[in-house]
Every structure is written in C-alpha cells, then in structure tokens.
C-alpha cells in the first residue's frame, strides 16, 4: 500500500469549546471579554486616537470600573474574583480541528469525538512520519477526510536536505540545535509552506529538520507553545515544560493540554533544573518579564509562568531567552550576571529586542489585554516595558559575557509578518521602532554604543549576527560560520555580520 504523510502546505489549530464565565488563555475569550467592558475606550480611540486615549487614560479606566464594566471582574478594589483569576478547566475543553492553508485561512474545522482527540497526537505523529491507510474505523475516518481537504501527500524522502548546522534558527522563536547525532527543538512554531511566499524563499518543514529527540517551551503564549505544531511530533517525542501548578488567566497548564491529546511523555523543569539529551546538558533558567506590569502588580501570585534556556554542548554555551525582560520577581541582566558566576560564558545568546513598552490602557489593543486588571490603579498611567529593547539584550551578552547575539523572537519572515508577528522587513512598510524594531535596529544600537566628542562612536564588543529564518550557525574548532540555506529575496542587511 502507498504511504502518505502530513502534507508541509498544511497547518492544524485546535479549537476549544469555552464555557468559563470571563473567558480562558487558551481560547483567548478572557482577551475578548475584557475588550467588550471596555467598549467605549475603543470608541474613544477610534473618534480621538489612540494618544488622546493614553492621556486621558486614568478617566476612561474609571468609567469601566462599573457594574457591566471591569468591575464585574474584581471582589472590591484591588481584588480580582477567583473565577477570572482560575477559569475552570473542566469548562475549556477541545473539540475540533482547524485545517488551514497559506496565512491562516481555514480550509475546514472538523469536529472530532473525545475518543479521538485522546489519540490525536499518536495518529497525527504516525501521519507526520509516513503511515498506510490506518484499520481502526475512527482513526481512518479521519485520515479520508484529511485526504480529501489535501492535507495527506505521498511519501516521498527528500532528495536534497538543508544544511542545519549546530544552531538554526527556523524562525520567531524556533530555534533547532543539534550536536550532530541528537536534536531538540524551542518553541516549535512551525506554518505552512505557500505560494504566497517567494518560491525560493518558503519556511522550513519538520520533514527536513527532521525528527527531534526533545522539546522544550519556554512559556505558554501561542506564539511559542504551539499545538498544531506539536501534535506533529507526536504522542511520545519527550516535551520539557515549564512548571505550572494551576491554570490561571495568565498561564495555561501546558502539561494538561497536552494529556488532553495523548501525549505521553511530558516533562516539567522547574527553574535550575535541567536534563541531558544526547550530547546537550539543558539548564531551565528563570523567566522574568512578560507579566503585566515591571513591579508590583495586584495577585503576584499569577504570573505569565516559564523558563528560559542555557544549554552546554559541542564545547559552547548557548542561551535563549525569548521575551524576557524585568518583573518584580527580578530582572534577565541580575540573572544574566549569576548564571555567568556558576555556569561561565556564553558563546551565543538568542535574545528578543522587541522592548513592548505600553501604557496600560494600551494592553486593550494588544493581544495581552487579559493583563489590564492586574495594573493597580496608581499604575495606570506609568509605562510598563515588559521586555528587553535592543539595549537592555545587548546589557545582557555584555553581562553574561557573550560572544555574539542573534536577535529572535520578532518574526523574521512573511509567514510570520502576515500573521502579524514581527517587523514586516520586503520594505513594505516603514517601521515604528517603539512597537517592532528591525533585527538591524539591534546592529545599529550595538555600533553606537557609547562613545565621546573626541572619539566618535564606541560599538559594543559583543558581535551582532542577523540570521534569517533557515540560516544556521555551524561550529568549527576555532570559529563559527553562517550557513544559508535560502537565498533572502528582500534588501540586504544594513548591519554588520560580525563572527568571532
């Protein structure tokens, strides 16, 4: 019988029935609920402008601090209900699955019965790696219907592989490393090739990075705790969670959804734990930023849980840091400086630069508006930069002693700017450096450094190198080289690829 596979032009979303009261993180409905409380804010922005908005912040926040308003989420000032705070996971369960096509158009959703999303993972694995027409009655059921929405192609191997190298970044937050007999995967978030996308330009398919020999999240955002994606990789690939003791609005409990699918092989790592694959000793370091506010905030207790990665392999020390930045739990440039006394130097770090400065009442048109409520009043007007900026990634490599940096965790490329992710870099559009600076922009800061009248400009002695999605970092003895395996169709790179 001819073997198929899941077809690489293909993406899957869950799509989960949500009967909670104030709405749920994965569903995004708490996003939703909290934006029709505040329904006339909107309205405000859209008669005056999203800067009248922000300087008349304190009083439009008062006036949804009424009954069918935000007050309908709170005990009394500045307690939060218990209910908002913890949906019940009972009420958010899955119930079908979104097949779409080129940037996220929905070919169809089919509804699928308990039994079978209790499988799911194990069928969808098996499919990714090449499977003949199942025999059990539910599971072929399905794989006709996918056959018949173009979602199953032929198996055929690969006749030409990219070359991935010790470190590729796939894009946004996926990042592949491998010691060259074992890999593993962050963030996996992987979409669907497309003709929509330069022919010669398209994004990298599990098929040609193949298989990986662990999984590691470091927080639950869909851009980085992705299940279409990880429903790929199937029921037993070993997944490395952060820690997550009760879901909350602020974190899904990752390990929960995931049994929910059938996967059987979920790992939790608590911050300074860490675990061998292979060759690679994988240390979880703590997650600071991201949360909503950078000190005190109402219900310390729920926070945007995660970690952030060190990993020691290949005679190299590699970090990722994602969206980190400072919280009143502490800051990535304090960890920076501890991890570097007890672990050393590093070789590169993978760190975000997107800053995300806003002022709260911004948090409505953002897709974190579940982070309002947790502002307390004297907050409203004060500006909450969750993230690290270009600086503040550089202040780490300097920190932590690093040799290079590559900037991740902002896109990269069109199957992510069409989404909505990241600076959109075909020069399309001009670019608002406060909201999604350029990877170059990390080049530039980095040039200009310091420096005095007499002496002009001093650059930082941490080396920038801009990859883009589908570039690796192949390790010599003694240096490190870019590998491209695609040729970027838009402008050239105004910063400098310095590599030592």
Partial sequence: MTRRRLSSTIGFQLIYQDETQFGSAITGQCDTIIRRYCANIA???HRYGLADVVAHSRELLAATMVPGGLADLYQRPGVLLEDWLYPDTKAVKP???QLERNTGESIVILELSPHLLSDLALYLGEWQQGSTTPTATIARELWNVLSDYGALVD???????PELGHATFV???TLRLSDGNSSILFDPFLLPKSEVYPPNYQPLSLEEMGQPDAVFITHSHPDHFD????LRLGANTPIFLPEVKRESVLAIDMALRLHQLGFKNIHTLGWFDETQIGGMRIIALPFYGEQPTVAEALHPEIRNEGNTYLVEYCDRRIALTADSGTDCLGDVKKLAAA??????SLDTLFGGYRGFGLYPIQYLFSSVARYLPFVPEKSWQVRQKMMCDADDLIDVAEIWNAKRIVPYSDGGAPWYWQRGLGPCLD??????????PTPEHVCQVANVRSGTRKDGAIAS??????????????????DTQVVQNQSWPYFKSVGKQLLS
């Avoid at 198996?155 to 592989?161: D, G, H, I, M, P």
């Avoid at 299940?227 to 990880?230: E, K, M, N, P």
């Fill in 43 to 45: 309205a405000h922005r």
């Fill in 95 to 97: 119930v079908a699955l």
């Fill in 155 to 161: 198996f055929n191997e690969l006749s030409v592989k």
């Fill in 171 to 173: 894009g946004h937050s």
């Fill in 227 to 230: 299940l279409g994606t990880l």
């Fill in 339 to 344: 991890a570097l006394e007890r672990y050393g």
């Fill in 427 to 436: 020069g399309s559009q001009a670019h608002i450096m406060a909201v999604d």
């Fill in 461 to 478: 002695p941490v080396s920038i190198c801009l990859l883009r999605p589908g570039d690796a970092l192949a390790f010599a003895q003694e």
